[in-house]
């Protein structure tokens, strides 16, 4: 298991629109992925999961992949969580 600790830079954090691309870019993963804060993990590739999750901008969240491609999977999935904008 591939997992990576980080503070979400989004400025809207994870609200409707960067959850979307969020859900959307972790479901081009094979892997299971999990995202996670306070120790409650959902789904990284369901939208009401993650929206569920309410993450703001300044939290710190936990990243968790399994799979062929889990190291991608986090990698990509924190470059956008570390983002300063959201386009």
């Keep these: 298991m591939v997992e990576k600790v980080l503070t979400v830079h989004l ?9 979307a691309e969020f859900v959307k870019r972790a479901s081009s993963f094979s892997s299971q992925v999990r995202i996670g804060k ?4 959902v789904d990284a590739k369901s939208v009401l999961g993650v929206m569920s999750m309410a993450i703001a901008r300044g939290e710190t969240v936990t990243l968790q992949a399994e799979g062929s491609d889990a190291e991608q999977a986090v990698h990509a999935l924190a470059e956008l969580l570390e983002r300063d904008t959201f386009e």
Excluded: D, E, S, V
Excluded at 11 to 18: E, N, V, Y
Excluded at 38 to 41: A, E, S
């Design 11 to 19: 400025p809207q954090g994870l609200a409707a629109r960067p959850a």
């Design 38 to 41: 306070n120790g409650h993990f």
